[in-house]
């Protein structure tokens, strides 16, 4: 039943990371990310990790691939037309580091030691357990990761205000009474 | 009859070199930006199967970190890719090469 699962959840991944990077439509991109991430989150629970399961499907498909519909939607207009490709070279020896390095990984986890794995106790990687170790041995990294979520916050409302206009506008505003005219 | 970790590994590594090869083939910056996704998710499955191999908690605290910080760079590096749209008009990284010599 497991081997059943398991291998749905890896055709569904592999084919939806190959619909990443080979499709030319980028919604469709954004929606086979969407297929890797739903199939990787049934290989967690597979793998008793039913807390990051659950994240994975409430940050990752919740709050990442809406991100990257909405800018998709956003730049919609001109998202198709590409220049044409100066580098003809790269894309062949692209390919050829690629597969060489699968080559390489596949080989270590070939010979690597496979250890019998025993049975996971029932409360392995539940929310409760996870929280524990985040609130005691991981508190200081727990909030570290709230002041990095803060200044990423800030940086993409510095990054994405127009800086040059709206400085234009406020001088503008300063100087001339309410409701002058403004592009 | 249980899954052996390899396999879970044999899967984080081909999703981890789709992600490469998207990252050295494609030109599409949002594509690129998706393909680091792509990396990103095959190390958390290795994660999580070495964190159910070795009973380690631990292992599951780093997804949760690696996804804090996805997150994170999602929304810093979407804020970039629309500001580059709207000074060149492009998503092409090729056609960003503002530091060629």
């Known amino acids: 039943m497991e081997v059943v699962i398991f291998t749905f959840a890896a055709i569904a991944s ?12 980028p919604v469709r991109n954004a929606l086979s990310l969407l297929l890797v991430l739903g199939s990787l989150a049934v290989t967690y629970l597979l793998l008793a990790a039913q ?7 409430i940050v ?57 794995t025993a049975p996971a106790p029932a409360e392995f ?22 002041v990095i ?3 990423g916050i800030i940086a993409a409302v510095v990054i994405g205000r127009p800086a040059a206009q709206t400085a234009a506008a406020a001088g503008r505003s300063a100087a001339t009474p309410v409701g002058g005219s403004r592009r | 009859m249980t899954v052996p970790i390899s396999a879970y590994l044999a899967l984080s590594a081909l999703l981890f070199v789709l992600g490469i090869t ?6 599409n910056a949002l594509v690129v930006f998706m393909s680091i996704e792509l990396m990103l998710n095959a190390v958390n499955l290795t994660f999580v199967a070495f964190a159910r191999q070795l009973l380690a ?17 999602v929304v810093v590096g979407l804020a970039i890719i629309i500001a580059i749209f709207r000074a060149r008009d492009t998503v092409d990284i090729d056609d960003v090469d503002l530091l060629r010599g």
């Open chain 1, 149 to 151: 979520l803060l200044v």
């Open chain 1, 51 to 57: 807390f990051v399961a659950v994240l994975q499907v």
């Open chain 2, 57 to 73: 908690i631990e292992g599951q605290l780093a997804v949760f970190f690696v996804v804090l910080v996805a997150a994170v760079e």
């Open chain 1, 14 to 25: 592999v084919a939806g990371g190959v619909g990443v990077i080979g499709s030319r439509l």
């Open chain 2, 22 to 27: 998207g990252v050295l083939l494609r030109r």
């Open chain 1, 60 to 116: 990752y498909a919740g709050a990442i691939v809406v991100l990257f519909l909405f800018v998709i939607m956003l730049l919609h207009k001109q998202l198709g037309e590409m220049s044409p490709d100066r580098l003809r070279w790269q894309g062949p020896v692209g390919l050829v580091l690629a597969a060489a390095f699968l080559t390489l990984i596949l080989l270590t986890i070939r010979f690597g030691v496979a250890a019998p």
């Open chain 1, 125 to 146: 990687g539940t929310a409760e357990s996870v929280g524990r170790a985040l609130f005691t041995a991981f508190v200081l990294p727990f909030e570290v990761a709230s």
